[in-house]
């Protein structure tokens, strides 16, 4: 069983910026592909970054140029770097890991440990 535990979420102006981490009680946690998602109010949960066990990336195009996705497998750490954010950001954001594909998959079914999610606020 893998745990998952995000910080970092809080509420920001437009246009500026957080960092999500996500940590991984995970032994071999170098060897899963990780991903973040958002699930807004009313709204389905949706794909924004992930990063496969070699270091493929993968992003949302609304989120491309503003996001960065990164892991420190030292650390068993998975990082979201958000900046420029937008109101249209504001969301639950979820860390997810997936032993059973090791590349950067933005299929929430393809993910089998999800964290408790942290929220972002973007104000306008």
């Known amino acids: 069983q893998v745990q998952l535990v995000e910080s970092g979420g809080g509420l920001v102006q437009a246009g500026g910026s957080l960092r999500l981490s996500c940590a991984a009680s995970a032994r071999t946690f170098s060897r899963y592909a990780m991903g973040w998602f958002r699930q807004a109010p009313g709204k389905e949960r949706e794909s924004v970054a992930a990063i496969s066990w070699s270091g493929g990336l993968t992003y949302a195009d609304s989120v491309k140029g503003r996001f960065t996705i990164s892991r420190d497998n030292a650390k068993n750490t998975v990082y979201l770097q958000m900046n420029s954010l937008k109101p249209e950001d504001t969301a639950v954001y979820y860390c997810?890991?997936?032993?059973?594909?090791?590349?950067?998959?933005?299929?929430?079914?393809?993910?089998?440990?999800w964290g408790q999610g942290t929220q972002v606020t973007v104000s306008s």
């Open positions: 997810a890991a997936s032993s059973r594909f090791t590349y950067a998959s933005r299929w929430s079914y393809e993910y089998d440990y």
